[in-house]
């Protein structure tokens, strides 16, 4: 019953640009499908089931994709083993051990070699190592027949064939490899994956959890960052606010203190007018002053006159006494005489009066001038200095409040 199985090895991958090895014609449109795939983990066993033409088989592919380079050392190769059987061989640990078995002692050192930082092809296409390829094939098909029993291969009939929208995965490890669950999933269209770099139960179980733990910090971190983001947000707010406040209050004083400067400009400039006037009242005092002085001169002077009026009235009562007491001898001669004696120095005394008086006005009314122009000018300059002192007084309350 056997030797009805029909076991085929396909080699390929990209050496020196797309290569392959074994693949039959119906076949090479699958194989070069793997050319440029992407998958989860760099090494695995992919098992899916396929139809072409006539023929309906189950492909298992052995690959290596990371860090492939080929003979040039070009990067975005890769290395697969793929094995063909007309039926399912569900065990699937005893599969992915033997291609992987085969990949270390077959291909690696003749095929490719590994560097260290990746996989590098040591030859530009296949046929340079045809024949030990075809020794691994049959020693495939030897290990499978000596190490297996009926149970393992399933027959193909009444397993639906994928879907080609269908992307589901199953990835399982070889440790985990359940032959009834795999089998149902086959019988359904699935594909698997096995590979030791997939979690095993007991290690999504632990992933999960850590997972879930690293949600519920990310969750919580997240309420924390937003209640500061909040708090800070509302203090910033209020500063801005206190910011506002205290720039009206600023916009307040600045006008106050422009005012104040503006009514301080405007008391320098009367200032300045009282210095002016200030200066003339001194000139003005100075002019009072000589009058002053003049008047006091003068007032000498008339006393000087008045005096020697006063001795003259004198001297002439005396002389009308010594005329009198002489008789009357000669009055008849010296009446006229006596009489225009007596009107010459009566005009000179009025002359004399008149001029006296006359520079005494004249004197009180240039003295009465200075008086009241230095009043005045008085009461301006303290009117003004008491004006800048209260505008000086207010700007200082101004500015501290």
Partial sequence: MRMSYNIKLYVHGVPNGQDSWGVEDFDSSYIDSFYGRKFKVPAQLFVEVMRFGSNVNCYYTYMQTENVQDKDGRTGSYLALTLRINYYYADLRNMYNLLEAAYYKFIVGEVVENTGCGILYKIADFAQVDTMLGTLEKEIGKYLMQFSVDADFVSLNGIALPKKQQVDIISVNPLECDTDIILSYIKKGGKISVSSLHSTKHEQLIIQKMNSEIQETQRKAQHDIQTVLHDKESEIQTIKNEYKDVEHTIGKLKKKVENANS????????????????????????KYSDAQKELNKFNEFVESIQNNLSVLNGT??????????????????????????????????????????????????????????????????????????????????????
Wanted: charged share 30%; glycine share 4%.
């Fill in 263 to 286: 009514e301080i400009e405007r008391l320098n400039i009367e200032l300045s007018n009282a210095g002016k006037e200030l200066e003339e009242t001194r000139k003005y005092e100075q």
């Fill in 316 to 401: 002439t009562s005396n002389m009308s006494n010594m005329n009198n007491s002489s008789g009357n001898i000669e009055s008849g001669r010296d009446c006229c005489k006596s009489s225009g004696k007596s009107v010459v120095r009566k005009y000179r005394f009025i002359f004399c009066f008149a001029v006296v008086l006359m520079m005494g006005i004249i004197v009180f009314i240039s003295f009465r001038s200075c008086t009241n122009k230095k009043e005045k000018m008085d009461i301006n300059v303290e009117k003004n200095n008491d004006t800048l002192q209260r505008v000086v007084d207010n700007k200082t309350l101004n500015t501290f409040d």
